[in-house]
């Protein structure tokens, strides 16, 4: 019975996001995960910060990976940005992004997962990192 009290705290902590949220201007931010970003406008660096440990315990990486993208689209839509690209992987919590304005151009799809059709049996391409991250709803 101790031991349940006790991994209660746990298990609604790792639940939550944190209240981490992606809000209006930061939707209409792109994320270029491997996209050539050379022909849009460069803004600037954006570097944000999450808890990627609580306690001795460390956080799901896939959810700080997650919420540092959703950070980053939410500071990027306050530079006028509708692009971003990581820079390097998360450390510590930590991972800066670079800011552009690409306007209407499309950039290659290399790198994002394709929608699945039912006519084609073609697979999916899978991100160069392995996996691929969409926003935390609710918490």
């Known amino acids: 019975m101790r ?22 201007a930061g939707k209409a931010v792109r994320t270029a995960w491997s996209g050539d ?9 954006v570097t944000v910060s999450v808890m990627d440990r609580m306690g001795p315990v460390d956080r ?3 959810k700080v990976r997650d919420e540092l993208e959703v950070m980053a689209r939410n500071e990027a839509a306050k ?14 919590g930590s991972q800066p992004w670079g800011a552009y304005r690409c306007g209407s151009q499309r950039l290659p799809a290399s790198g994002t997962v394709a929608p699945a059709s039912s006519g084609s049996s073609a697979p999916a391409t899978v991100p160069a990192a392995g996996f691929q991250s969409y926003p935390i709803k609710g918490g």
């Open 3 to 24: 031991k349940t009290l006790l991994l209660v705290p746990v298990v609604l902590l790792s639940a939550c996001s944190w209240g981490i949220k992606l809000d209006d």
């Open 37 to 45: 970003v050379s022909q849009c406008q460069e803004l600037g660096k």
């Open 60 to 62: 799901n990486q896939i």
């Open 79 to 92: 530079m006028n940005a509708d692009t971003i690209k990581p820079l390097a992987e998360p450390t510590d």
